[in-house]
């Protein structure tokens, strides 16, 4: 193999573009997901088809076998997540993640309960709603299957699009479309450092299996390596990586704002006043003036990466993007999926109807966190934020925790607040005065 031979080109057996593809741990099978939903399982010794499989929804975007190699779990632009054995028997598919799953990653390392006689492993899941997933997953002939989320952790503020495992299954690396990077701890999913230096958002991300080595990809065209703390030093203390080669980057720590820790489960630092920087979704309008990487940012924030390589081969900019059309999208850009060129088209308007709104300087009270639309109804929740009434009222009939703070509701009641439903209309009418003078 030293002179780079092709065993062998297996064609997906529906004729569908492969998205992901993974090895088995013992080498066995490879499994292949496609733009159609299809899942592939190739026997890798005979280099032959074993069995094929299809998902409902999306296309397969993410692939992971489990440590002992008698399943594997694919999730889909959808944001189903499911589970197949190597015979390719579907042993669980459901709803996961909001907008699609983009990666997913099983932990080496098995952790027992001793009262159940069960052994289990650890996977973790990441999507387009910002979330990530811990789950515990069984499987035996005896006892069937099993797939319970343990931890849900809501430390990114944008797309999650990488994730994984140490190989003591002790940590886990995240890294987002908000341009940063987030090491958690796997037992608890309380947050150890959060890296920022990224300039552009986080693509890949991987820990060396022998050394306490994290390496982050991002579009902002740098691999960045950085060293873990060992065991043996001080709480929380994060070590510059040596100088690999001067292309090397420094190591930046930053410790979790208070308000960042609000979106994970309790542990120590929530209970400290630790000064840091908040990750915050940019509001970023000044779209004439965005470059090439900011339209591919804006459309991986949008949930549209499959029309980046259209936009990428056609040189698309800020101004570009602004004047798109129809036809151009259907005869420029090659874009032949109606559905799709509609959704860019309305994701477009909904942007110009931004830049208006930023452009009018609207107090950031008067937005809604929930729609970032100005309210016309504002109501106070329990958690002491002001939500417009018909946003807040959709989320709690689904959840019942804040949508700012992620922790439970004490209560459901919504009570209207009236001071600044008094400061929106004397606004509002501020405006319209100002529109009508500059008319006349």
């Not at 959808?78 to 990653?105: F, P, Q």
């Not at 390596?225 to 190591?251: H, M, N, T």
């Not at 410790?255 to 908040?278: D, I, M």
Request: with cysteine; net charge neutral.
């Amino acid at each position: 193999m030293c002179n780079g031979q092709i065993l062998a080109s297996l064609e997906q057996p529906r004729g569908s573009p492969v998205r992901v593809c993974r090895f088995s741990p013992s080498s066995t099978y490879l499994a292949s997901g496609a733009s159609d939903g299809s899942v592939v399982l190739w026997n890798v010794p005979l280099l032959k088809f074993h069995r094929a499989g299809l998902v409902k929804d999306g296309s397969l975007v993410a692939c992971a076998f489990s440590p002992g190699g008698n399943l594997f779990i694919t999730g889909s632009s959808g944001g189903d997540l499911t589970a197949w054995d190597e015979n390719m028997r579907c042993l669980y598919s459901d709803k996961s993640h909001d907008l699609g799953v983009t990666c997913c990653d099983f932990s080496p390392q098995p952790v027992t309960d001793t009262t159940r006689g069960i052994e289990y492993y650890k996977m973790v899941s990441c999507g387009q709603d910002n979330e990530i997933r811990i789950w515990l997953i069984s499987f035996d002939d005896e006892k069937g299957f099993d797939m319970r989320c343990k931890l849900t952790l809501s430390g990114h503020s944008a797309p999650i699009l990488a994730c994984a495992f140490s190989s003591d299954g002790e940590t886990i690396v995240s890294g987002s479309i908000d341009k940063s990077v987030i090491i958690y701890a796997a037992k608890t999913g309380c947050i150890r450092h959060i890296l920022t230096h990224h300039k552009r958002y986080v693509t890949t991300c991987a820990l060396a299996p022998n050394q306490p080595l994290l390496a982050t990809g991002s579009m902002d065209k740098t691999v960045t390596i950085w060293k873990l703390g060992q065991k043996s030093d001080s709480p929380g203390k994060f070590i510059p990586a040596p100088e690999l080669s001067r292309y090397l980057l420094s190591v930046q720590r930053i410790c979790p704002s208070r308000r960042l820790h609000q979106h994970v489960p309790p542990c120590e630092v929530n209970r400290k006043h630790c000064a840091g920087v908040r990750i915050k979704r940019k509001a970023e309008f000044d779209v004439e003036s965005w470059t090439e990487d900011d339209v591919r940012t804006w459309l991986a924030n949008e949930s549209l990466l499959e029309v980046e390589p259209h936009f990428s081969a056609n040189n698309i900019d800020g101004k570009e993007l602004l004047g798109l059309t129809k036809d151009i999208l259907l005869h420029d850009l090659k874009i032949e999926s109606l559905g799709l060129r509609n959704k860019i088209l309305r994701k477009i308007e909904d942007l110009k109807s931004k830049m208006k709104a930023v452009s009018s300087k609207i107090p950031e009270e008067f937005l809604c966190p929930i729609t970032c639309d100005v309210m016309k109804d504002p109501v106070i929740a329990s958690d002491g934020y002001s939500y417009e009434r018909k946003a807040i009222e959709s989320w709690i009939s689904t959840k019942r925790t804040s949508p700012m703070t992620n922790l439970p509701l004490e209560n459901l009641l919504l009570t209207p607040n009236r001071t600044l439903k008094m400061a929106l209309n004397r606004w509002l009418d501020t405006r319209s005065e100002e529109k009508n003078y500059i008319s006349s």
